[in-house]
């Protein structure tokens, strides 16, 4: 799909902060894609569709977790998870993307997952640093990200959980699973 008529098919579905957040990431993941040696174009699709579902409502997003055969602990956790797993389904049924690894990085790009692929790695990074974004330490992991990508996600990762431990709210396991495997790969 052409970057010109994935960005129609997102911009409707978000509002425009959103949508402006969207354009960071994919220019991010493309910067990304091309310095790791990820497939460029697979990261621009996955980076414009990666918040495709995030303003559907609650109610039609827990019905297809529920109904899709998606891990059913999602629905104890943090509602935001839940955009996630549900873009990658409404992106392959709405807008006809079928290609499992565009797919997975969007699946996977609030969560993380044991074994990330350098496509997952890129949208996932490139959704915590995009330039709009500014809170305490994504300076940090933006320097690291022009350096090493596997060093920068763990601090992601590891600023993310010590982020929801400080509000007080419960982890998804594979946030968890997902710090456990990068560090286990980086003293390898």
Do not use: C
């Amino acid at each position: 799909m052409e970057r010109e008529k994935a960005l129609d098919l997102v911009k409707v579905q978000l509002t425009e902060h959103r949508y402006q957040h969207t354009l960071g990431v994919m220019e991010t993941a493309i910067t990304l894609a091309e310095k790791y040696g990820a497939d460029v174009k697979k990261a621009e699709i996955a980076a414009i569709f990666h918040d495709y579902a995030k303003f559907r409502p609650k109610g039609e997003m827990k019905e297809i977790i529920a109904s899709k055969g998606m891990p059913q602990d999602l629905l104890i956790f943090n509602s935001e998870l839940w955009h996630a797993p549900v873009g990658a389904y409404l992106v392959e049924t709405e807008a006809g993307i079928s290609d499992r690894e565009v797919l997975d990085a969007i699946r996977y790009h609030t969560s993380g997952r044991s074994n990330m692929t350098l496509l997952e790695k890129i949208i996932y990074l490139a959704d915590y640093i995009e330039p709009g974004r500014h809170f305490p330490g994504v300076e940090e992991v933006r320097e690291m990200a022009k350096e090493n990508l596997d060093k920068a996600l763990v601090k992601a990762v590891q600023n993310t959980i010590l982020f929801l431990m400080k509000k007080n709210q419960m982890i998804y396991p594979e946030t968890f699973y997902t710090y456990n495997d990068l560090i286990q790969k980086l003293e390898d």
